[in-house]
């Protein structure tokens, strides 16, 4: 599975919208609206580079509202149960 992370700079007052857009559409696991430079992101997860490439180049380019991306690929998926483990590891657990 390919993970990506898609930044989202929105048009004032566009968040709901562009956020409502980017859920309908396949590939888009999870979106939220955030604070900082941009205003939405989204988790992106295909099974194919082709996929990842259509899906950010045509559909989430298409969305009315939206003003940039930035497109972050994913190497490598941590979570805290992950964690527990290397750090178990680490100290000889």
């Known amino acids: 599975m ?16 562009v956020s409502e857009a980017l859920t309908a559409l396949d590939g888009v ?10 205003d939405v992101l989204a988790i992106i997860k295909v099974k194919e580079y082709d996929l990842l490439a259509a899906l950010v180049t045509q559909e989430i380019a298409g969305i009315e ?24 590891e680490t100290m000889g657990e």
């Not at 979570?79 to 178990?88: D, G, L, Q, R, T």
């Open 2 to 17: 390919i993970t990506a992370i898609v930044t989202v700079k929105c048009e004032v007052g566009k968040v709901h919208a």
């Open 29 to 38: 696991a999870e979106v939220y609206s955030v604070s900082g430079e941009f």
């Open 65 to 88: 509202g939206i003003v940039r991306t930035s497109t972050h690929m994913a190497f490598r998926a941590y979570s805290k149960h992950n964690m527990e483990k290397v750090w178990a």
